[in-house]
């Protein structure tokens, strides 16, 4: 994109992303959660490399029809210079409008992300015309892997992937379905996910869980005997000894 093309795009932007938020009472702050005193609440979106990524791949899918269009201006000029003149306008029309188009949807998508985490859930919202907002908790989480495709890595980004219990669900678009989240175009993922498994292995040892060992799961623990619970059960041991004795003296 060129640089006025640019700062075309940035300031139809800021206009457009500021009707949006009013129109569809966007939300102009990140999210919350909730959390008690002295909790670290830890806030972010996704890394600037992210933006790039997305942008380069919009670009690989557009020069070839950036291309078509000058070569065939040019074929038309050499044939026909007064209908090339006349063409002129909606070629470079053509040739700018998806840049500008395309700068608004990705920093659309790039601004409208949130993420944010406490040290016992996790928040994740996208969307402007419809708001998808998924909510994880760390006690129901099963497994948590990092993915980063080779264009990734040459952004020095990373996908984050929580699954929870009862997972199977899958991804569409990059967003959030059935049992799972993802926290995409971060460039601290390593460092995230080893934050959460602390946060999992916490709960483990307040007995909240067990960490089972292999796939990096956790396996919910069973509920504890209290001494209320025994009490009932040696009531009940004691009826049933009760009704025994009785059943044999009237035999």
């Known amino acids: 994109m060129s640089a006025h093309a640019e700062r075309t795009a940035r300031w139809m932007y800021r206009g457009i992303w500021a009707v949006l938020v009013s129109l569809f009472r966007v939300p102009a702050e990140p999210p919350t959660l909730p959390a008690s005193h002295g909790e670290v609440v830890q806030t972010f979106q996704p890394a600037p490399g992210y933006l790039r990524y997305l942008k380069f791949l919009f670009w690989i899918l557009l020069w070839p029809m950036d291309i078509a269009i000058t070569v065939a201006w040019i074929a038309i000029f050499i044939a026909l210079p007064w209908l090339a003149l006349i063409l002129l306008i909606p070629a470079l029309a053509l040739a700018i409008l998806p840049d500008i188009i395309a700068y608004i949807a990705l920093h659309l998508r790039y601004d409208s992300t949130?993420?944010?985490m406490t040290d016992r859930s996790l928040r994740?919202?996208?969307g402007i015309w419809v708001i998808n907002e998924v909510t994880i908790t760390f006690e129901n989480v099963q497994?948590?892997?990092?993915?980063?495709?080779p264009l990734q890595r040459y952004f020095d980004i990373a996908n984050l992937i929580v699954e929870t219990a009862g997972g199977g669900g899958g991804t569409k678009d990059g967003h959030n379905t059935g049992h799972m989240g993802i926290i995409e175009g971060i460039d601290h993922a390593t460092a995230l996910r080893d934050r959460i498994m602390s946060h999992l292995r916490q709960s483990a040892s307040a007995g909240l869980g067990d960490e089972a060992h292999g796939h990096g799961s956790l396996v919910a623990s069973g509920p504890a005997w209290t001494p209320a619970h025994l009490a009932v059960l040696r009531e009940i041991r004691d009826e049933i000894g009760l009704i025994g004795t009785s059943m044999h003296a009237r035999s």
């Open 114 to 116: 949130w993420y944010v």
């Open 124 to 126: 994740i919202r996208r």
């Open 143 to 149: 497994n948590i892997r990092v993915q980063a495709g």
